[in-house]
């Protein structure tokens, strides 16, 4: 059985009850083992969704779950019929990657960044070179992600960010993640 990460965009406009039942059926229609759940609340998002202005946030949900293959296809047709979930998206994990809380996560990098003094070296920013750091190579960790984009949105290439070309290739798609859920801009003005 593989495992994977469902994100969850519900309508900010839902009540917290209402809320709380959207949450429930979906949860009761899913035939998958949750095996952890990460509410991140309100989120203000980089882009409006739908291209409707003034709709750019919504309450984020985390569920990592464990399922075969068939039950995900048969649980992304029950979302699409869902007017509360904006957007939803299933990303498979692997063996090796473990589901950080949002919130103790942005508090944890936020820690690693300030006590960054001078182990800066010139545009060198190396902190996924670092085994043991390869740990945060996670969507939900915005503060780091947010040090591998230049001023106009871009990913900075290997040469300054001094990645191997396997961790700069997870770091891409990290980026991406981010991007498609609306938690980092796609072009910076």
Known sequence: MQKYDIVLLLDAKLSDSERKIVLDEIE?????????????????????????VGQNTAY???????????????FKKQLVYNKAVKRYVVYSMTSTQK??????????????????????????LSFF????????????????IKKYITR?????????TGNSVAIQKKLREVILRARELGLIEYVRD
């Open 28 to 52: 009761k229609s899913c035939k998958m083992e949750i095996i952890q759940k990460d509410d991140m609340w309100l989120k203000t998002l980089a882009y409006n969704l739908h291209d409707k």
């Open 99 to 124: 589901m950080f809380a949002f919130n103790d996560l942005q508090e944890e990098l936020t820690k690693i960044i300030e006590s960054w003094d001078d182990k800066k070296v010139g545009q060198k």
């Open 129 to 144: 070179t670092n085994k043991k750091n390869r740990v945060y190579l996670d969507w939900k960790a915005i503060p780091m």
């Open 60 to 74: 984020m949900y985390s569920y990592y779950v464990q399922a075969p293959a068939a039950e995900i296809l048969s």
């Open 152 to 160: 106009f949105g871009n990913i900075k290439p290997r040469k300054y």
